[in-house]
Nanobody
Framework: QLQLVESGGGLVQPGGSLRLSCVAS????????MGWYRQAPGKQREWVAT???????SYADSVKGRFTVSKGNAKNTVYLQMLSLKPEDTAVYYC?????????WGQGTQVTVSS
């Protein structure tokens, strides 16, 4: 099993930046990929970015060039650096981890972009 805890959300003005963190515990040696999803009010959860155990990254078109997903020195930590934030980035951001083909989720952290 995998436990995921996110942090770093908050209120930021348009054009600002935030860095989200996710710390995994449990069967971390079996993690094949970690990533971020988000869910805005009244909308379905959508994929944002993924980083594989090998370090390959991929991004949704809506965040490409503005967001960067990375791993910390400790293999159980993943970050999402968000730049040039827009009001439409407002959502609850969830950390995702996959082991043995099963997805695990954190509790989410709120990001609000507003002036």
């Amino acid at each position: 099993q995998l436990q995921l805890v996110e942090s770093g959300g908050g209120l930021v003005q348009p054009g600002g930046s935030l860095r989200l963190s996710c710390v995994a515990s449990g069967t971390i040696y079996a993690i094949t990929a970690m990533g971020w999803y988000r869910q805005a009010p009244g909308k379905q959860r959508e994929w944002v970015a993924t980083i594989t155990s090998g370090g390959s990254t991929s991004y949704a078109d809506s965040v490409k060039g503005r967001f960067t997903v990375s791993k910390g020195n400790a293999k159980n930590t993943v970050y999402l650096q968000m730049l040039s934030l827009k009001p439409e980035d407002t959502a609850v951001y969830y950390c995702n981890g996959r082991i043995y083909g099963i997805d695990y989720w954190g509790q989410g952290t709120q990001v609000t972009v507003s002036s």
